[in-house]
């Protein structure tokens, strides 16, 4: 495994654990249900901390090739899924393969990369020495690291900055370093956990690059993320997650659907207009604006007219495609959650 995670003393993630349990001779359970060539595959996958429930029961197959986005608010147990994916620490209960391997197995995590949520690298190293550590780490042949290096440097954007030690580099810089450890040796599956999270819009341009790039070549990428709107542009499907369960999964269209949205820019909102917008669908308030989701495109004219019959005075009005992002809130909104709407 191309493991971001040095197990440094100042590290937040836990260090790779070696599986050696694996019993080289024994045949290994495969996949039920069809799944098999899949590149990932959980059933009833559950982790337990105490009393806490990092994941309830999660079910989920990825395709080979496929850019998989795992989106969750925070809490929702998606560095914990990728933890027990990557083998660093073990499951509760249920089953899970990597390449049709259970996961754990050491020789298969060799095939994947992985870029923790949270790493850190010895401040004393050079970037090129940091990549050459984790290429030995790797086992990639001496006679192809310095290629690979240099390769994967100019990948992520710090060809120039190789020669730096790492305790002059921002947080951005770490974190394309600790993608560009992901990357090394070519992974069959590359894990990445909120990669975006320390990069400014051209280093979130930069990522979409790469994992567009790891899908080219044939790649499964498997991406944890908090931000929709990266998720909507790189991703074939998505499985939105709360509280350890998948509440939501399919591609962008079949989660978003065809639901549509509008917004509209109003004052004066009373009783009658609150019970009209009601009438239509879902209801957000930011400020002077109302987007109400899952609405009959053509409804949007009686909804107008009804605004306007309950004294309400219209602005403007914007009709739209739900976006990810609508219905991730729906998705994550109970009915009686009064942080949904601003009523104010
Ligand atoms: N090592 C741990 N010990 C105890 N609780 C943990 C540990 N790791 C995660 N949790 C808990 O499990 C839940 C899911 O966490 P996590 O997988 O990190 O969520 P996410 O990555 O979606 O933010 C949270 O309630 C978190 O506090
Ligand atoms: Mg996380």
Known sequence: MRCSTLPTASSNSPAPHVAGSTTVNAPLPQPEGGAAGAAIRTLDLVKQYGSI???AGLTMTVGRGEVFGFLGPNGAGKTTAVKLLVGLTRPTAGQAWLLDVPIGDRVTRRRIGYLPELFRYQDWLTAREVLALHCALADIPAAERPREIEHTLETVGLAARGGDRVGTFSKGMQQRLGLG????????VVFLDEPTSALDPVGRRDVREIVRGLKARGATVFLNSHLLSEVELVCDRVAI???GRVVALGSL?????????????????NGAGH????????????????????LDADAVPDLVADLVRAGVQIHAVEPRHDSLEDRFLQLLTRPDDAAVEDTS
């Open 275 to 294: 019970a009209a917008l009601h009438s239509y669908g879902d209801v957000r308030h930011e400020g002077d604006w109302v987007t109400v989701t899952g």
């Open 181 to 188: 450890v992901a990357l090394l040796g070519r992974p069959e």
């Open 53 to 55: 429930t990092a994941l």
């Open 241 to 243: 997650v709360d509280k």
């Open 253 to 269: 269209h079949e989660v978003i659907g065809g639901a549509q949205a509008v917004r509209v820019r109003l004052t004066g909102l």
